[in-house]
């Protein structure tokens, strides 16, 4: 028997459930269950949002949420079931996001997380991330959460030696 190749693909109205309970389970735990997947499922029918599954054949073990605003993106929700984490399929999905941020215009992207989530922490500062301070009681009026953000414009090299003629 082959093994089943992992994917990465846009989300669909059936992936709804799933992701909603992976971010039950992995992300809001102890704090209710606000991304339901009725939730989950108006993200993925919103133009200004995409929504990515990682899968595993047909089984949905990974997801990622992104808004898109004008020029600033924001990263809601992204996890990866615990027995595929560490592959690197976390970060294979913040690139895709960011690949398209950029098409579409966005400099930075933002992101908040639970203030006592160190791994994930980690994990974003590996990417390049850094924090952007603390919203106190950002969760439910109770729980801390860190600020994290990433410049995503592109450098292509330092700028050649030369001023305007009209500024000489
Ligand atoms: C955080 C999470 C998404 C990481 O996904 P992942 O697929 O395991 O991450 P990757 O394998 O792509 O790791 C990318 C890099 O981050 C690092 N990293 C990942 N998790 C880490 C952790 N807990 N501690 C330290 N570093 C970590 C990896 O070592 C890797 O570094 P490298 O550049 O040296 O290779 C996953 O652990 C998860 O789903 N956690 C629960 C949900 C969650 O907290 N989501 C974030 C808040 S919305």
């Not at 991304?35 to 993200?43: E, F, G, L």
């Not at 690139?95 to 791994?119: F, K």
Request: charged content about 25%; aromatic content about 8%; hydrophobic content about 45%.
């Amino acid at each position: 028997m082959t093994a089943a190749k992992l994917t990465l693909r846009l989300a669909t109205p059936a992936d709804a459930q799933a992701i909603a309970v992976m971010s039950r389970d992995l992300i809001e735990t102890g704090l209710g269950w606000s991304w339901t997947p009725a939730r989950v499922a108006r993200s993925i029918a919103n133009r200004d949002t995409t929504v990515l599954a990682a899968c595993d054949g047909h089984l949905v073990i990974g997801f990622a949420i992104m808004h898109f605003g004008d020029d600033r993106g924001r990263l809601n929700l992204l996890a990866v079931h615990p027995r595929y984490q560490g592959a690197g399929l976390g970060r294979r999905m913040n690139l895709w996001l960011e690949e398209c941020a950029l098409v579409a215009g966005i400099e930075a992207i933002e992101l908040e997380l639970r203030r006592g989530n160190v791994g994930a922490r980690k994990f974003y500062e590996r990417l390049g991330y850094r924090s952007a301070g603390v919203v106190t009681r950002y969760y439910r009026g109770e729980e801390d959460a860190l600020r994290m953000a990433r410049d995503i414009r592109r450098t292509v090299g330092p700028a050649p030696a030369w001023q305007a003629p009209w500024l000489r």
